[in-house]
């Protein structure tokens, strides 16, 4: 490993920022030297920052077994811990270990909704175990395989359990008639809990129709995000701390979407495109009005923003 002592004037965080290679993941290298107390003679001490966070070993580290750390050129600002002052310096000369590779990034992704395992929203079934329905391996954000979990408060009653999970490409979380539930939709490292986030979401509701003569309407709210209307839209909409857009028209099993491509302008009128902030979590409010005998069902497609 090379290393140079130089003077702290630039940020290493900056002369990563514009390789492609790091992604904002950088290296660099801490020589913990003059310490006071017991750390006096203290033998050096190498430490990495990546996106923020630092870690510190005793005895050089092998940069190969960070995680694809980017190693940069530059000079880094002084740091300093407790009572010791150090000498920083990037790590010079970047050759990528044998077998890296660059993380990747595709702004805004795609996700692929298969058949969610376990279907098992509000513990409602059909499966059982967690109370949620997990599509597993949904999207890759920036190099890392992203599952999508949804989860219901405490208040959640489908009509027909089973007709949740897919429908085409689309989502699909049933409902009964006369309930309302709050549903979240989470982004997670595939196989962990570990939030993903991304720099915002657009999450589309499609299908919202009602029965004969405004039975079972449907109506989605959701607060601080940004709806979006097709100019033709047949749904109306409420607002106050939150936002609300309810079905208006009867619907019919023939015009039921598949897929977010191609709409027709019947099943435009019925689609409804909340925009939110950054963040891994994302939440709204599912209603269906009374009367009637059976439940209904919420469509749904996720987008993700990711900027790169």
């Excluded at 980017?70 to 600002?77: A, D, R």
């Excluded at 409902?175 to 570990?194: A, R």
């Excluded at 939030?195 to 959701?222: A, Y």
Aim: proline share 6%; aromatic share 8%; net charge neutral.
């Amino acid at each position: 490993m090379r290393t140079q002592k130089v003077a702290p004037s630039q940020s290493c965080k900056a002369a990563a920022a514009a390789d492609a290679r790091c992604k904002g993941t950088y290296a660099v290298n801490f020589e913990w030297t003059n310490g006071e107390g017991d750390n006096k003679n203290r033998p050096l001490s190498y430490g990495y920052q990546r996106d923020g966070e630092a870690k510190w070993y005793r005895g050089e580290p092998n940069w190969g077994d960070l995680g694809g750390q980017c190693w940069c050129s530059g000079s880094p600002p002084r740091f300093t811990r407790k009572n010791w002052v150090s000498y920083v310096s990037c790590i010079q000369g970047w050759e990528a270990p044998p077998g890296w590779a660059a993380p990747t990034c595709e702004p805004n992704p795609k996700l692929t909704l298969k058949l969610p395992d376990p279907n098992n929203l509000g513990g409602k079934g059909p499966d059982h175990g967690e109370e949620s329905m997990l599509f597993f391996a949904a999207t890759t954000i920036k190099g890392v395989s992203v599952d999508l979990k949804v989860t219901s408060d405490a208040v959640y009653f489908p009509a027909n359990s089973e007709a949740n999970g897919v429908q085409g490409s689309l989502g699909a979380i049933n409902l009964k008639v006369c309930t309302t539930s709050n549903v979240t939709f989470s982004l997670v490292e595939s196989g962990t809990n570990t939030p993903v986030n991304v720099d915002g979401m657009s999450i589309t509701f499609l299908d919202l129709d009602e029965g004969k003569r405004g039975k079972q309407r449907s109506t989605v709210t959701v607060c601080e995000a940004e709806l979006t209307l097709d100019p033709e839209t047949e749904l109306t909409t409420s607002n106050g701390s939150c936002t609300s857009v309810s079905s208006s028209k009867k619907g019919s099993g023939d015009d039921n979407p598949t897929s977010i491509e191609d709409l027709t302008d019947v099943q435009k009128r019925k689609v409804a495109t909340f925009k939110y902030g950054a963040g891994n979590s994302f939440s709204a409010s599912l209603g269906i009005g009374p009367k009637g005998k059976h439940g209904r069902n919420f469509n749904f497609y996720l987008n993700p923003i990711v900027i790169c």
